[in-house]
């Protein structure tokens, strides 16, 4: 008993906060409570009791001494969100085994909510923070490392019932909730021939995916995910006009609700490609377009094919600006028992034989389930190849586009994988998709992104000056060049193998990216969505954009709670 009234006497002033920073009007005879009884009658007045006995009996004894600072806040939201807070027990372990990754079901937080709205994800995140207690926030959960979107004795914020989609009436915006899957937004969009920019694996989650960046099958006509996330008039078709009004619905680090649009630019550029470290956003905008059925799937090669398929990569990248419907994965991977190539192919037409991809098409494939479907249909077939229950890794780096280095990091791949190849599990699998010129282009809109792709500092660019009269020497144009991002992904069973998948994939890294300085066609981005953890994601936007970035933290957030108690995926570098 003397514990709650403690408790009560140290929350008085959060209810006052809560109340003001989620919109809910105060009770004009509000006043400090005199015990536990009136307090939860205050709670009751402010919309978060479901009846008079609803807190007869605590649920929060699984809660030990052992959580620290977390014990009371998640006692306190056991009791202010009693249907959406969960404890050690078989709902908690079943949201946990929801993860993607291993790593990510084994990192068991105090606690784990799932609010059901912008204003209960704000009451949390209030409480949560404070009392100083750590917390993570789990869209898709599909990250590959430990307390990406996971919490070791935290608060882990789950959005899953942030589910709605809502498309308007005109068919041009979709809002969506930050809880979803793409899967979810594909059914629901794919029976109305509409889509959005959104994963090519459909079993992601909306919100960690926009937030990355997000390359999809829609990106060299549309550009990436973050860049559909906008308050702005853009073309859609070639020579069509489409009005629109989008935006994202975000919890700042002081409480407040707000939409971001253009009407906030610096935060509205933050947020794409500026990952978790701004607020917790709990819905989207997304910019909606035609799309009926389109070419799709993969085809399997035989590894002695490599040489060809990057080849043919090389001049399918040169073709790709002058056919904004097509997209592809070059992989090369370990699959029961044999190394394989495998290319992932779109087409946003119900076309078989796109011209684009006529070299690919002429070589001899082991297989091939290359056909016209819908977006949900073709979208879920990658879920297949990335099955839940397996330890994971990821790494990432991004090379000019250029024959020779990917030659080079296929050997290297190859070299360090096949000696591991027997271990219980595994599959390791390289692959290479295009950042093409006209992608690039498609940053720029609106304000630009974050993700420094587009910048003059970035050598994926040049500069060449063009003299257009005798005395106009500062008239230059960009030279933009196309770019590779690899990612290297494995897959493994046994953490007993940890540190020798871990090593492996670090020395495949290294010496490829020593490789492309050699050849001088190295990059330092990194695209977050495939980083590995210790990663530095955001110096590889460029320091203007990260020092941005930097800034734009210190005023939305100047205590630095989303560097400091929300640690985990990419952090700006702060602290």
């Known amino acids: 008993?003397?514990?709650?009234?403690?408790?009560?006497?140290?929350?008085?002033?959060?209810?006052?906060?809560?109340?003001?920073?989620?919109?809910?009007?105060?009770?004009?005879?509000?006043?400090?409570?005199?015990?536990?009884?009136?307090?939860?009658?205050?709670?009751?007045?402010?919309?978060?009791?479901?009846?008079?006995?609803?807190?007869?009996?605590?649920?929060?004894?699984?809660?030990?001494?052992?959580?620290?600072?977390?014990?009371?806040?998640?006692?306190?939201?056991?009791?202010?969100?009693?249907?959406?807070?969960?404890?050690?027990?078989?709902?908690?372990?079943?949201?946990?085994?929801?993860?993607?990754?291993?790593?990510?079901?084994?990192?068991?937080?105090?606690?784990?909510?799932?609010?059901?709205?912008?204003?209960?994800?704000?009451?949390?995140?209030?409480?949560?923070?404070?009392?100083?207690?750590?917390?993570?926030?789990?869209?898709?959960?599909?990250?590959?490392?430990?307390?990406?979107?996971?919490?070791?004795?935290?608060?882990?914020?789950?959005?899953?019932?942030?589910?709605t989609i809502k498309v308007n009436s005109e068919g041009t915006v979709t809002q969506v909730g930050t809880g979803n899957r793409w899967i979810d937004v594909y059914q629901y969009l794919t029976p109305k021939n509409l889509a959005v920019v959104g994963g090519r694996n459909?079993?992601?989650?909306?919100?960690?995916?926009?937030?990355?960046?997000?390359?999809?099958?829609?990106?060299?006509?549309?550009?990436?995910?973050?860049?559909?996330?906008?308050?702005?008039e853009v073309r859609h078709c070639r020579n069509n006009h489409v009005q629109m009004t989008e935006h994202s619905q975000v919890v700042l680090a002081n409480g407040h609700i707000v939409n971001v649009n253009l009407k906030n630019p610096d935060l509205y550029w933050a947020l794409r490609g500026g990952g978790n470290n701004f607020g917790i956003v709990t819905r989207m905008d997304l910019a909606t377009f035609p799309q009926g059925q389109m070419l799709g799937g993969n085809s399997v090669y035989p590894l002695t094919a490599n040489a060809s398929i990057i080849a043919a990569y090389q001049r399918f990248v040169a073709d790709l600006p002058s056919d904004p419907d097509a997209a592809i994965i070059v992989a090369f991977a370990y699959l029961e028992g044999k190394w394989i190539a495998n290319n992932v192919y779109a087409y946003a037409k119900p076309v078989t034989k796109p011209p684009i991809f006529e070299e690919f098409f002429a070589m001899q494939n082991l297989s091939s389930t290359l056909r016209i479907a819908n977006v949900t249909n073709i979208t879920a077939e990658l879920t297949t190849y990335s099955p839940t229950g397996f330890r994971q890794t990821y790494r990432s780096v991004t090379f000019k586009n250029n024959a020779e280095i990917q030659r080079l990091v296929f050997d290297i791949f190859f070299e360090e994988m096949d000696p591991i190849k027997d271990l219980t599990g595994i599959v390791p699998a390289l692959a290479m998709q295009p950042i093409s010129k006209s992608v690039i282009a498609l940053f720029s809109?609106?304000?630009?992104?974050?993700?420094?792709?587009?910048?003059?500092?970035?050598?994926?660019?040049?500069?060449?000056?063009?003299?257009?009269?005798?005395?106009?020497?500062?008239?230059?144009?960009?030279?933009?060049?196309?770019?590779?991002?690899?990612?290297?992904?494995?897959?493994?069973?046994?953490?007993?193998?940890?540190?020798?998948?871990?090593?492996?994939t670090q020395r495949v890294i290294e010496r490829s990216v020593a490789a492309a300085k050699t050849l001088g066609v190295d990059n330092k981005y990194i695209y977050q969505n495939y980083a590995a953890k210790g990663q530095d994601v955001f110096a590889g936007y460029g320091e203007t954009n990260q020092r941005r970035l930097i800034e734009i933290s210190k005023r939305y957030d100047p205590k630095g709670v989303f560097q400091k108690l929300q640690p985990g995926y990419f952090k700006l570098g702060r602290f």
């Open 202 to 232: 459909s079993d992601i989650g909306v919100s960690g995916f926009t937030l990355g960046g997000g390359i999809s099958y829609f990106s060299e006509r549309y550009g990436w995910a973050c860049d559909g996330v906008e308050n702005y």
């Open 445 to 504: 809109k609106n304000g630009g992104n974050a993700l420094g792709l587009a910048d003059e500092e970035n050598p994926l660019l040049s500069m060449s000056k063009i003299l257009l009269c005798s005395n106009s020497p500062s008239s230059r144009t960009l030279l933009i060049y196309s770019s590779t991002v690899v990612q290297l992904a494995v897959q493994w069973s046994s953490s007993a193998d940890d540190s020798t998948v871990y090593s492996t």
């Open 1 to 163: 008993m003397l514990y709650r009234v403690a408790l009560v006497s140290q929350v008085y002033l959060l209810i006052v906060f809560i109340a003001k920073f989620t919109a809910v009007a105060l009770p004009e005879n509000f006043a400090p409570p005199n015990n536990v009884d009136e307090f939860y009658d205050q709670l009751s007045r402010l919309g978060f009791a479901k009846d008079g006995n609803a807190y007869d009996q605590p649920r929060f004894t699984a809660v030990g001494p052992e959580h620290g600072n977390c014990r009371t806040p998640c006692t306190l939201l056991a009791n202010i969100l009693q249907n959406a807070t969960f404890f050690l027990g078989p709902v908690y372990q079943q949201q946990q085994s929801e993860y993607w990754s291993t790593q990510q079901a084994e990192t068991l937080p105090a606690c784990r909510i799932l609010p059901s709205s912008a204003r209960e994800v704000a009451v949390t995140y209030l409480v949560t923070v404070f009392f100083k207690c750590k917390f993570a926030v789990k869209g898709g959960g599909h990250a590959s490392f430990g307390g990406a979107s996971s919490i070791e004795e935290g608060v882990t914020i789950d959005l899953q019932r942030l589910n």
